[in-house]
């Protein structure tokens, strides 16, 4: 039995850097369900999604997208595309697995993503410029093209400047703070969201974090800064997930 996952690969010395397909590579290091990767270059997910008879994520009149994470069981020659379905698939399908979902919490965990999203989102104006120079020459032009497309401003545009640059990132630390709350409830009795159980919200969050941590660069100024937000919050729980943080 072996999954294979397909994800985007970079020039970063981890390869994977897509925080989407990182919450079900970490689903899948935790369960240790035996997986291995083929990875996909931007430009060639849909001919290879189609290939494989994936359907697109989106399709709808005027829109249709073939995306990441996609993964193929060979034990029941099944493929899935999109990070929840992938996980509830492989819930389901290997009960004898430790579960993401402990407590029976699908519902609170989904809706934690959600609300995550809408707290860190003004730090993703830094974030989607510099993905650009950790992908490798093959994805570049489409991820560029693509991307300014849907903003209407170059890469280089998106990133913000003299006091709006201030006011985004007092905005970003703010929203930080308010995900930290949540966690903080539970430290006490572990690093993660639930206490000692890791669960699918931690993954979320960890494949987001890692995906600054990649395009800012682990030295970075910035990604220094925010390992130090909330009381040092930020770079405990990153330090805490790196023992599900294997590529295979």
Same mark, same amino acid.
């Given at each position: 039995?072996?999954?294979?996952?397909?994800?985007?690969?970079?020039?970063?010395?981890?390869?994977?850097?897509?925080?989407?397909?990182?919450?079900?590579?970490?689903?899948?290091?935790?369960?240790?369900?035996?997986?291995?990767?083929?990875?996909?270059?931007?430009?060639?997910?849909?001919?290879?999604?189609?290939?494989?008879?994936?359907?697109?994520?989106?399709?709808?009149?005027?829109?249709?997208?073939?995306?990441?994470?996609?993964?193929?069981?060979?034990?029941?020659?099944?493929?899935?595309?999109?990070?929840?379905?992938?996980?509830?698939?492989?819930?389901?399908?290997?009960?004898?697995?430790?579960?993401?979902?402990?407590?029976?919490?699908?519902?609170?965990?989904?809706?934690?993503?959600?609300?995550?999203? *809408?707290?860190? &989102?003004?730090?993703?104006?830094?974030?989607?410029? /510099? $993905?650009?120079?950790?992908?490798?020459?093959? !994805?570049? +032009?489409?991820?560029?093209?693509?991307?300014?497309?849907?903003?209407?401003?170059?890469?280089?545009?998106?990133?913000?400047?003299?006091?709006?640059?201030?006011?985004?990132?007092?905005?970003?630390?703010?929203?930080?703070?308010?995900?930290?709350?949540?966690?903080? *409830?539970?430290? &006490?009795?572990?690093?993660?969201?639930?206490?000692? /159980? $890791?669960?699918?919200?931690?993954?979320?969050? !960890?494949? +987001?974090?890692?995906?600054?941590?990649?395009?800012?660069?682990?030295?970075?100024?910035?990604?220094?800064?925010?390992?130090?937000?909330?009381?040092?919050?930020?770079?405990?729980?990153?330090?805490?997930?790196?023992?599900?943080?294997?590529?295979?």
């Amino acid at each position: 039995m072996t999954i294979t996952l397909y994800d985007i690969p970079s020039a970063h010395p981890l390869g994977a850097w897509s925080p989407n397909t990182w919450k079900i590579r970490y689903a899948l290091n935790y369960k240790d369900i035996p997986y291995k990767t083929e990875w996909v270059e931007y430009p060639d997910i849909e001919a290879r999604c189609k290939e494989l008879g994936i359907g697109p994520t989106i399709d709808r009149p005027g829109l249709t997208l073939y995306t990441l994470p996609a993964i193929h069981d060979s034990t029941t020659n099944i493929y899935m595309v999109d990070s929840v379905p992938i996980i509830e698939y492989l819930e389901k399908q290997y009960p004898d697995k430790p579960t993401v979902f402990p407590n029976d919490t699908w519902g609170l965990q989904l809706f934690f993503e959600d609300t995550m999203n *809408k707290h860190v &989102a003004p730090i993703w104006p830094w974030i989607f410029p /510099a $993905v650009f120079h950790i992908l490798n020459p093959a !994805s570049q +032009e489409f991820y560029r093209r693509t991307r300014e497309n849907t903003y209407k401003k170059t890469l280089e545009e998106l990133v913000p400047k003299g006091e709006e640059a201030v006011d985004a990132w007092a905005k970003s630390k703010a929203g930080f703070s308010k995900v930290a709350g949540r966690y903080t *409830k539970c430290q &006490a009795q572990g690093p993660f969201l639930m206490g000692e /159980a $890791v669960s699918w919200a931690d993954f979320v969050l !960890s494949g +987001e974090l890692l995906w600054y941590r990649c395009a800012l660069g682990e030295d970075s100024e910035k990604w220094q800064e925010i390992r130090t937000w909330d009381g040092g919050f930020w770079g405990r729980f990153v330090d805490a997930m790196k023992k599900y943080e294997e590529v295979k």
